[in-house]
């Protein structure tokens, strides 16, 4: 997996999420149909805690991405409703169990379901999640979407556990984290744009050009959030700043600053990585010292040559609404600030 930096280039405005929007509007009102109908259970914790979390925001790029492409491929039936809300459950399903993973007090701005119904709970209802997302792939009918879909959920799964044990070790390489983003966020970006080409009944290079967009598109986007943890603060982010930092996670900003950094700099980034320097004081000083080296924005002009991969992918679909919102998508994934 390629890392080049493509430098990032001045705009006349900032790109926007908007035409993205404009363009599913009305298929995510059916998709949230779809996912509200389908966290109900008759135990009530169930959609309590589901909804604490689905009802809390986000910008539910996944389940667009599949709306997007299957517009991209001129689809014109419904069954890519319930696939991306199944896509959202996935998606769901791995964030109540990342927080409780993390030990996470915030996500978008609010208390997590963790630290509101407790550990136990949040891992059972993300389980209850997953199994509603295959629910709906069964209904669909489409060994290969199924296929796509699960597969995704387990590379996604690997990529968590990857990250897990990369976790304080102050050696992790660029490439291992880029392979480790590539799954548990990528992975999933990917099989919900491949579906899309799927369910329009388009060739299989169609099907890996729609891939490639969200592949590309996901390491962008990840890429960025890790970039906006040293670079933003909580209320933009939605998280407590420097959660990154003091889960000892190395994340690019980090591991380019580690490699450009003196020696007396190189020993500060063990002692924090390794957990014994996480104060708000080290914290500023994490931050300096990522200014310091501009690795922030080397961060974001490697999320820049991803994104501009994904554009490429699907310049071979006709020109139009669809193609022009999910190329702006991709820009909006690399300036975005939230």
């Not at 959920?153 to 968590?160: K, W």
């Not at 970006?189 to 590309?216: C, H, M, P, Q, W």
């Not at 003196?262 to 014994?276: D, K, Q, S, Y």
């Given at each position: 997996?390629?890392?080049?930096?493509?430098?990032?280039?001045?705009?006349?405005?900032?790109?926007?999420?908007?035409?993205?929007?404009?363009?599913?509007?009305?298929?995510?009102?059916?998709?949230?149909?779809?996912?509200?109908?389908?966290?109900?259970?008759?135990?009530?914790?169930?959609?309590a805690l589901a909804g604490h979390l689905i009802a809390g925001g986000g910008k539910r790029m996944r389940p667009m991405l599949t709306l997007a492409g299957a517009a991209l491929c001129?689809?014109?039936?419904?069954?890519?409703?319930?696939?991306?809300?199944?896509?959202?459950?996935?998606?769901?399903?791995?964030?109540?169990?990342?927080?409780?993973?993390?030990?996470?007090?915030?996500?978008?701005?609010?208390?997590?379901?963790?630290?509101?119904?407790?550990?136990?709970?949040?891992?059972?209802?993300?389980?209850?999640?997953?199994?509603?997302?295959?629910?709906?792939?069964?209904?669909?009918?489409?060994?290969?979407?199924?296929?796509?879909?699960?597969?995704?959920?387990?590379?996604?799964?690997?990529?968590?556990?990857?990250?897990?044990?990369?976790?304080?070790?102050?050696?992790?390489?660029?490439?291992?984290?880029?392979?480790?983003?590539?799954?548990?966020?990528?992975?999933?970006?990917?099989?919900?744009?491949?579906?899309?080409?799927?369910?329009?009944?388009?060739?299989?290079?169609?099907?890996?050009?729609?891939?490639?967009?969200?592949?590309?598109?996901?390491?962008?986007?990840?890429?960025?959030?890790?970039?906006?943890?040293?670079?933003?603060?909580?209320?933009?982010?939605?998280?407590?700043?420097?959660?990154?930092?003091?889960?000892?996670?190395?994340?690019?900003?980090?591991?380019?600053?580690?490699?450009?950094?003196?020696?007396?700099?190189?020993?500060?980034?063990?002692?924090?990585?390794?957990?014994?320097?996480?104060?708000?004081?080290?914290?500023?000083?994490?931050?300096?010292?990522?200014?310091?080296?501009?690795?922030?924005?080397a961060t974001r002009e490697r999320a820049r040559h991803f994104a501009q991969r994904a554009i490429d992918a699907i310049a071979g679909f006709p020109a139009g609404a669809a193609r022009?919102?999910?190329?702006?998508?991709?820009?909006?994934?690399?300036?975005?600030?939230?």
């Amino acid at each position: 997996m390629s890392a080049n930096v493509i430098p990032l280039r001045p705009r006349a405005e900032e790109p926007s999420l908007q035409p993205m929007l404009a363009l599913t509007a009305d298929g995510m009102n059916a998709v949230n149909s779809v996912i509200l109908d389908r966290m109900q259970s008759r135990i009530p914790l169930i959609p309590a805690l589901a909804g604490h979390l689905i009802a809390g925001g986000g910008k539910r790029m996944r389940p667009m991405l599949t709306l997007a492409g299957a517009a991209l491929c001129g689809y014109q039936g419904s069954r890519h409703y319930k696939l991306a809300a199944a896509v959202e459950f996935i998606h769901t399903a791995t964030l109540l169990h990342d927080d409780v993973v993390d030990g996470s007090e915030l996500r978008r701005g609010k208390a997590t379901a963790n630290m509101v119904f407790g550990n136990p709970a949040t891992v059972l209802v993300g389980d209850f999640l997953f199994t509603r997302s295959f629910e709906l792939m069964v209904e669909d009918g489409s060994l290969k979407v199924l296929k796509i879909l699960s597969n995704a959920s387990s590379v996604i799964s690997e990529g968590e556990v990857d990250q897990l044990t990369a976790q304080r070790q102050i050696e992790t390489s660029e490439e291992r984290y880029l392979s480790i983003i590539g799954a548990k966020t990528a992975a999933l970006f990917a099989a919900a744009t491949r579906i899309a080409a799927v369910v329009a009944e388009k060739s299989e290079a169609e099907e890996r050009a729609l891939e490639d967009y969200g592949r590309n598109l996901g390491i962008a986007f990840q890429l960025v959030d890790d970039a906006m943890d040293y670079d933003s603060d909580s209320g933009e982010m939605g998280k407590g700043k420097g959660d990154d930092f003091r889960e000892g996670k190395m994340t690019l900003p980090v591991i380019l600053a580690y490699a450009r950094g003196t020696e007396e700099e190189r020993e500060f980034w063990r002692a924090a990585i390794g957990g014994h320097r996480t104060s708000d004081a080290d914290l500023a000083h994490a931050v300096e010292l990522i200014g310091r080296h501009d690795t922030v924005n080397a961060t974001r002009e490697r999320a820049r040559h991803f994104a501009q991969r994904a554009i490429d992918a699907i310049a071979g679909f006709p020109a139009g609404a669809a193609r022009s919102a999910m190329a702006e998508a991709a820009e909006f994934a690399v300036y975005r600030r939230f």
